[in-house]
């Protein structure tokens, strides 16, 4: 069975403080990807990146990286010195190869980011 | 260019009546997906199309919910005899075709409201 587990339902931290979301996933399909989707206030979903089941390096975006481990099937998020733009509900996604993009979405994290 | 557009935003309606959505996808996508989002349930996958055929309706959750897309392009969503707890953000993404690694991109939704 497939399913992505946020186990964070909601983070309060104050503007320039590093925060990780979590991310945990189940499936049994050796070829899947892994997606982190930000939806800010406003409501749209946006995309901030995509990992393959057979790319485990890690990835730094800015002041956003990605650790993808699959040994503790896991690809937690942290956004280091956060601002307050960064506030939004953070969603991890699991597409399974088998599947034709269908995406299996975490509970979703609500960030709150002080001033 | 433009970019997933939905319609109506909001949609109030009574218990009973129907209801349709409309989604238009980025030009030239031929993958669509709704999705619906509600405060119990998360973010839930509902249908995808490729193209005009839909291969997978496994997320519908009752024979009141169906879609169809025309022309490769518009897709609508009808509830038939809503319920209280059809109410939810109804969301609709398209990608460039229906595989497992493309990114989706997100329209802002249709909150529907069931009195």
């Known amino acids: 069975a497939q399913k992505v587990t946020q186990a964070q339902t909601e983070i309060s931290v104050v503007e320039k403080e590093d925060v990780t979301l979590d991310c945990v996933y189940e499936?049994?399909?050796?070829?899947?990807?892994l997606f982190w989707y930000k939806q800010p206030p406003s409501g749209e979903l946006v995309f901030l990146i995509r990992?393959?089941?057979?790319?485990?390096q890690n990835e730094i975006s800015g002041r956003y990286s990605w650790n993808f481990q699959k040994s503790t099937s896991s690809f937690n998020f942290t956004i280091t010195a956060s601002q307050v733009v960064d506030s939004a509900v953070y969603f991890c996604?699991?597409?399974?190869?088998?599947?034709?993009?269908?995406?299996?979405f975490g509970q979703g994290t609500t960030l709150q980011v002080k001033p | 260019g433009a970019g997933v557009s939905q319609s109506p935003s909001n949609k109030v309606t009574e218990k009973g009546k129907d209801v349709e959505l409309r989604c238009d996808p980025i030009?030239?996508?031929?993958?669509l997906y709704w999705y619906r989002q509600s405060l119990g349930q998360g973010l839930e996958f509902l249908i995808y199309?490729?193209?005009?055929?839909?291969?997978?309706k496994s997320g519908l959750p009752s024979d009141r919910f169906s879609a169809e897309r025309t022309g490769g392009s518009v897709s609508t969503l009808t509830i038939q005899r809503t319920q209280q707890e059809d109410s939810a953000v109804y969301l609709c993404?398209?990608?460039?075709?229906?595989?497992?690694?493309?990114?989706?991109?997100f329209g802002p939704g249709t909150r529907l409201t069931v009195l």
């Open positions: 993404a398209s990608s460039s075709i229906a595989v497992s690694y493309n990114e989706q991109f």
């Open positions: 499936t049994r399909d050796t070829t899947y990807y």
């Open positions: 996604a699991l597409s399974e190869a088998s599947n034709t993009g269908k995406l299996i």
């Open positions: 199309f490729q193209g005009n055929s839909a291969p997978d």
């Open positions: 990992r393959n089941s057979f790319d485990e």
């Open positions: 030009s030239g996508h031929t993958a």
